[in-house]
């Protein structure tokens, strides 16, 4: 029996995704994030469909753990996606296999920017900025190159509130709104653009309170819905030191951060729309980081950090952050020989991002996302 079901695996394996667009009908966005991570299908008594979904459920688990296996980078990954647009039975084991391996670091669905990236190698990304409409495009590199397209994950755009700017954190580059489904944070300065704090859509852990503050509120009423906050929720602080003596040397900066822990986000399994929610347990660990600190070339006539060939282009913009603090490791403390996130220029309106664990992809976007704009108190 066991050789049995074991060539069938593999056979249905070979087959699955080439009959897919025939019998299930898969729309062409099937392979794009959506809000929920996979796409809503219609729920009629489709023949094909329902042959889909009465499959064994020892069989139906081995492929998709196959699949989720075999298919570790972008694009195809995107096959992995493609397992849960068949039905609500195929994305339930889709879900639950893409979250037992969410240690690993690995982007599927919106909720995994959420979640802490790799923690042996960096998580290559890159961010493209369109300076006339003040926006920014992050996207996760599929090559060592950066003339690949890549694969698009957030957006931002910035503008001013009273004396405050604030960058609008979105999964869609077209709708940048704290109103729409797709807005996942947002990020605020204060008066001098010195310090900046970094707000999520979604409580990090249970029984978190959102911000109190009249400017951090998504709507103008108190609630819209028990599954929508009306507020946002602080989960960390970016500032830079001020440089009033005006000594030579780069800008430097500490970060504070509410980092998630793997595994935190739970199902909310209703009848007819299964949604992802960042909530997690009592509490999550706290990580302070610091910018690495450059050295003097003499030779050069500057400052000199080692991006290891991802940053080509000299700016003020450039840093590096190691742990001070680090409560996901033993004992709590950081390793500060260990690049956390590096951001660096490579082009007029491209620049390079690199993040590991504790940190997750929106929050090392909007780490990023501070160091654009003039800090004349800063430099």
Not at 140 to 150: E, F, W
Not at 200 to 215: E, K, L, T, V, W
Request: glycine fraction near 6%.
């Amino acid at each position: 029996m066991s050789q049995r079901r074991s060539f069938l695996s593999r056979r249905i394996l070979s087959r699955s995704f080439s009959t897919f667009s025939k019998s299930c009908k898969l729309p062409e966005t099937c392979n794009d994030f959506t809000e929920n991570g996979v796409v809503e299908l219609d729920n009629g008594d489709d023949d094909a469909t329902s042959s889909w979904s009465n499959m064994l459920p020892e069989l139906l688990g081995e492929i998709i753990k196959r699949v989720e296996a075999s298919e570790e980078r972008w694009p195809l990954r995107q096959n992995v996606v493609a397992c849960g647009c068949v039905c609500k039975r195929w994305r339930q084991v889709t879900e639950d296999v893409v979250e037992s391996s969410l240690q690993t670091g690995k982007i599927t669905f919106p909720s995994c920017l959420k979640q802490p990236g790799p923690r042996e190698s960096p998580l290559q990304c890159f961010i493209k900025r369109d300076k006339k409409n003040a926006t920014f495009y992050l996207y996760l590199a599929l090559s060592p190159s950066l003339m690949d397209q890549g694969k698009f994950l957030l957006a931002a755009r910035r503008h001013r509130n009273g004396a405050h700017i604030e960058y609008i954190i979105s999964l869609d580059a077209d709708d940048l709104s704290q109103r729409s489904k797709a807005y996942v944070g947002k990020l605020r300065s204060d008066f001098l653009g010195t310090k900046f704090t970094i707000y999520d859509s979604q409580p990090p852990h249970n029984g978190a309170r959102p911000s109190s503050s009249r400017s951090c509120r998504r709507f103008a009423s108190k609630q819209i819905s028990p599954q929508l906050p009306a507020g946002n929720f602080e989960v960390g602080q970016v500032s830079y030191k001020l440089n009033l003596l005006k000594s030579r040397g780069p800008r430097r900066m500490a970060c504070s951060l509410k980092c998630p822990c793997p595994g935190e986000a739970v199902m909310d399994k209703s009848q007819d729309a299964p949604k992802k929610q960042q909530i997690g347990s009592a509490e999550t660990n706290s990580t302070v980081l610091k910018n690495k600190a450059p050295r003097w070339h003499e030779h050069l006539q500057c400052w000199c950090l080692n991006f290891h060939g991802r940053v080509t282009v000299a700016s003020v913009k450039n840093f590096q952050l190691v742990a001070t603090m680090d409560q996901s490791q033993p004992g709590g403390k950081g390793d500060e020989d260990t690049v956390i996130l590096q951001f660096g220029k490579v082009g007029d309106d491209i620049f390079t991002m690199d993040y590991r664990k504790p940190l997750s992809a929106f929050q090392a976007f909007a780490i990023c996302l501070t160091s654009f704009g003039t800090k004349l108190a800063c430099e």
